[in-house]
């Protein structure tokens, strides 16, 4: 209803926040007084509401956090949660009984979910891909593919730092759309629409794969690095950068489980994802640094198809 959007140029009464959102006023009213406790907005002393600095993060009209909480509150991401037991049961995640489909096939069907869903993707990535885009050096690729890259966050500064690369973004065909219109920039990018499981762009320089392994389970992760690997030419470079699992606790507790809930995945840690590379026939597979987030359990790992 983009309600803090309606409160954006100053403080508003429920009446008039009521009549711009075509709320009923007198639940909204309860509704204010909630949020005012949870501090995302003030009641003022006319018996209006003024956004608070927190409330500001959750307007639609400038970068903001409301795709992701909006996401994150979304069926897609909570009504898996329904059956845990099952999971615990079967190792299997619950999406395909669920909804019949794979977690990611879900916001195929679910265009609008999806689109909060990408939203908040770009604003989680943004210090990320500026971190790595400040520690790796992409300028000497000519052909960069970005392997489930939507919505192009780490691809767009990818091809800043290397402004005679071209880039191939390869995702779903619905999570394509968002990248299209959240990239800041298009230019020198081909979209693709498929299956990373079937096949991936061939004869790339560098193939990106942010965030995609932990989505994976073993097998499909082992296809996925088979298709890279098939699909690349020798001495191309492979980047992952995934969060890794690490003794100490942090949120990739959480994460994993989460998506051992959602999708049959699972945080690895760093030795599980270099076993990985290994298998798939990777070589010469080092650590990258990852400028600002070195106390963060994530990882940046390239290796090299020989
Ligand atoms: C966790 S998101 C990561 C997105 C992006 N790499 C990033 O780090 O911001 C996973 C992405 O993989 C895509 N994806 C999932 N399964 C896929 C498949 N089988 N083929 C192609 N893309 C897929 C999703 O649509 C989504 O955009």
New binding site residues.
């Given amino acids: 209803m983009k309600i803090t959007d309606h409160l954006a140029d100053g403080p508003r009464t429920v009446a008039e926040v009521a009549r711009a959102t075509g709320a009923h006023e007198s639940s909204l009213a309860r509704y204010l007084r909630l949020c005012a406790m949870h501090g995302l907005v003030t009641k003022t002393d006319n018996g209006g509401y003024a956004l608070t600095e927190v409330g500001h993060l959750l307007r639609s009209d400038v970068p903001s956090l409301r795709g992701f909480v909006i996401a994150v509150n979304g069926p897609g991401m909570t009504r898996c949660w329904e059956d845990v037991p099952a999971v615990l049961r079967t190792g299997e995640p619950t999406s395909r009984e669920k909804w019949g489909l794979?977690?990611?096939?879900y916001?195929?069907e679910h265009p609008e979910e999806?689109r909060s869903?990408?939203e908040g993707?770009?604003m989680?990535?943004v210090e990320?891909?500026d971190g790595i885009a400040a520690s790796y050096d992409f300028s000497r690729f000519v052909t960069i593919a970005?392997?489930?890259?939507?919505?192009?966050?780490?691809l767009a500064r990818a091809l800043r730092a290397a402004p005679k690369a071209r880039g191939i973004l390869?995702?779903?065909p619905?999570?394509i759309i968002?990248?299209r219109e959240l990239m800041e920039s298009t230019e020198r990018v081909e979209f693709v629409s498929?299956?990373?499981?079937?096949t991936v762009p061939a004869d790339c320089d560098l193939y990106?794969?942010?965030?995609?392994l932990?989505?994976?389970d073993d097998d499909?992760a082992a296809r996925?690095l088979e298709n890279c690997y098939k699909a690349a030419a020798p001495g191309s470079s492979l980047l992952v950068?995934d969060w890794v699992m690490t003794s100490e606790p942090s949120f990739v507790h959480a994460m994993d489980v989460e998506c051992m809930v959602l999708?049959g995945g699972r945080v690895r840690t760093t030795d599980e994802l270099i076993a990985l590379l290994a298998d798939a026939g990777y070589t010469r597979i080092a650590e990258r640094p990852l400028q600002g987030f070195e106390r963060v359990p994530a990882r940046v790992i390239e290796a090299v198809r020989p």
């Fill in positions: 794979e977690h990611w096939q916001y195929e999806a869903h990408a993707l770009h989680m990535s990320m891909a970005d392997i489930g890259g939507s919505p192009g966050t780490l390869l995702d779903l619905g999570a968002h990248a498929g299956d990373f499981l079937d990106l794969l942010k965030h995609i932990l989505d994976l499909r996925l950068v999708s």
